[in-house]
């Protein structure tokens, strides 16, 4: 299903002759349906419905900025914790979860105290996000960006972002590890068949941190 954002937020590939948008009214790229864009409670409640009638299983809710949306900063944050618990509320009333994008500690601790299961990135947290992580039991699902080309050749203001988020990889690791998080392996290459060939690379990467067998189980 789509992943859901505010508008500004990462995942918000509007082109800015969308913009502004009238109250309800739904934009071309949300009609693709890789993204959905919600700026209340309501809305949050509305577009994560759409979702599980459209037969996901999960939810993805963007809690703050993105490498791939070049105007969302990577240090932004989207929702209120009220609008992301109104998401976790939901998804419970289907019997499921919600996974928080966020890179930043201040978007992985609002993510876990709005009742998040699992954080997707998190390779800006510090110690004091991933204690908490700790606490509550939140995933981590995460991808080992060592290099620049990691998930293809990137440019400009993404490259830049990217670069930020490679130099927080080995920290956010170390932090996994110090605090017992379970941590999921994703790969993040979504938008090339070309690229995703590559998660064998990323796979090969994870030894900085874990054990063959520990790798294994994480990725299978
Ligand atoms: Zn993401």
Redesign the pocket.
Known sequence: GA?ITTTGG?GDFRPLTDIPRTTGEVSAQERTGANAIADSADEVRLRVREQFLQGATQI?I?GAG?VSTPRSPLDMLTFTEQQLRAAVETAGDWGTYVAV?AYTSEAVKRAVAAGAQCI??GHLMDDHAAEIMAKNGTWLSTQPFVNEDDVGPLAGPILDKFREVIVGTNNMYKLARKHGLKVAFGT?LIFSPAVAARQGLMIGNMTRWYNGSEILRMVT
């Open positions: 992943m990462h993805k963007v993105g994008h997707e990135h993040d």
